[in-house]
């Protein structure tokens, strides 16, 4: 139980000091498992027992500028998302009189992304606003909309009836156009024929951020693309999370579609709202034959995202694991094109010392094979070694041996730290209190990483000698 419910739990219910504690106190608490549905309705049966049914209830719909714990992004978004984006980027003739809000609910928190559907049929139960506008945008409605359109291949049928429920629940605000039903299947109605009924909606953007042309990449609908493009269909613009059709099209790996559409002048060097280019979308979805096709029409594979990592690390968010050879070949053509391999992060790390705390040894090994060097360190002068300690698995352990690194073992980093300090520190710390990227190592990992220290002492005492005779 978190420190937070024991907290909660030595307050007596009828003292005043209870009925103090505020909306978004509660929310802190539910957000902490808003990845899990299970621990959710957990945390919300027992602070039922000890909140009032109206502050539990508009915490749970209500808006929260809590952080979020979701994989990729935050529930709240910085004001300045869309700073660098020039008018013409922005989503164009969105003319809802409804106001945005910077704070998303826990509802829309849960909608963001595919895997968090069993918390969205917990929290639908709950009285909700289906046209709350979070920061993009976005309303639950919309939100269910675009991940139904998206995921449809792969919906579970409890997800699926979930988000048509919430499709329902808004559907008489639902901003669209029949020529976005036409590409989206809802209308019976030839593409060609909504176009002729009202050709000024080919650049409108929905309720979900979407143009007409940005629905037919999704759904891979080459048909559509060719027709959108012939009656002159606007490439350049974005959906609220900044993607060009063309990005759409490489995030869902639509090979033949993104060809059309480069070959109708979309830019390759497109940036969306994290500064990710279509290179960085393709070698997340660890595509080698999107990769080539983006570097031969002009994709810069030295394009830097916030943080300052290029599309070299973009595999490490990637959702299904390639053969080792697609990602070799892929690191290869990325290298042939220009890439540095060690071009180093905001923290100063490379992309071979990111796959260490992500435990990604196929990564590892596919960009040690194209040259990428294992001996350096970072800004916080932490080498491949104390990542190892703080995070490594017996995988990555027997990909480290195989480098055959040449570090300092003693080298102390800004905290004064060694790897092996931090390597004995995760092992001695119960598993509930390790951090989220760790796990506690089992005796081969200790055996195996307490050799590869040893070997790499031996291995740096032979260069300091070599060096000094």
């Known amino acids: 139980m978190s420190q937070k419910f024991e907290q909660l739990e030595e307050l007596e219910p009828s003292k005043p000091t209870f009925r103090d504690i505020g909306i978004h106190e509660v929310q802190s608490i539910l957000q902490e498992h808003e990845y899990d549905a299970a621990r959710l309705q957990e945390s919300v049966d027992q602070l039922s027992i000890q909140k009032p049914p109206h502050l539990l209830s508009a915490a749970v719909s209500g808006p929260t500028t809590a952080q979020s714990n979701l994989g990729l992004g935050r529930v709240v978004s910085s004001p300045n998302d869309y700073e660098e984006i020039s008018p013409r980027e922005k989503a164009k003739n ?5 106001p945005r809000n910077p704070e998303a609910t826990l509802l829309q928190a849960a909608l963001r992304y595919y895997k968090c559907w069993p ?21 639950p409605h919309a939100m269910a909309k675009w991940r139904f359109v998206v995921d449809e291949k792969d919906l579970h049928d409890d997800a699926a009836h979930i988000y048509h429920r919430i499709i329902d629940q808004g559907e008489e605000y639902s901003h669209t156009t029949v020529l976005h039903d036409a590409v989206l299947g809802y209308q019976n109605m030839s593409l060609e024929a909504a176009l002729e009924l009202d050709p000024s909606s080919i650049n409108m953007i929905d309720d979900c951020g979407c143009t007409p042309l940005h629905w037919a990449a999704w759904k891979n609908n080459i048909s559509a693309v060719r027709i959108l493009l012939s009656w002159k269909a606007d490439l350049d613009l974005r959906d609220y999370e900044a993607r060009t059709a063309l990005s759409i099209a490489v995030a869902a790996t639509k090979l033949q579609c993104a060809e059309i559409l480069i070959e109708a002048g979309a830019d390759a060097n497109a940036k969306d709202k994290w500064n990710w280019t279509p290179l960085f979308l393709a070698t997340r979805e660890q ?49 042939s094109a220009g890439a540095d391999m060690d071009f ?14 992500a435990n990604k040894p196929g990564m590892f090994r596919a960009l040690w094979l194209n040259g990428a060097g294992v001996d350096l360190i970072d800004l916080h002068g932490q080498s491949i070694l104390h990542l190892a300690g703080m995070y490594s698995n017996l995988e990555i352990i027997l990909e480290l ?18 790897a092996v ?11 509930h209190a390790l951090k989220g990227d760790q796990t506690k190592p089992t005796e081969q990992e200790i055996l195996d990483l307490e050799a590869l220290i040893e070997k790499t ?7 300091i000698g070599s060096k000094q005779a």
């Open 94 to 98: 969105d003319n809802r009189n409804l």
């Open 119 to 139: 918390t969205a049929r917990f929290l639908i139960d709950f009285p909700h606003d289906s046209i709350h506008l979070d920061d993009t945008g976005s309303s």
């Open 287 to 335: 595509s080698l034959e999107m990769v080539k096709l983006l570097l031969n029409n002009g994709a810069d594979p030295q394009e830097m995202d916030d943080d300052k990592d290029t599309a070299l690390s973009s595999p490490i968010y990637a959702r299904s694991v390639v053969e080792n050879a697609v990602l070799v070949r892929m690191y290869a053509e990325l290298a």
């Open 344 to 357: 180093p992060n905001n923290d100063g790390r490379t992309p071979i010392m990111k796959t260490i705390r």
């Open 401 to 418: 041996q195989m480098a055959e690194i040449c570090v300092d073992p003693n080298l102390k980093d800004d905290q004064g730290q060694t």
């Open 421 to 431: 300090d931090y390597f004995r520190e995760r092992t001695n710390t119960p598993r």
């Open 457 to 463: 002492r031996v291995r740096y005492d032979e260069w």
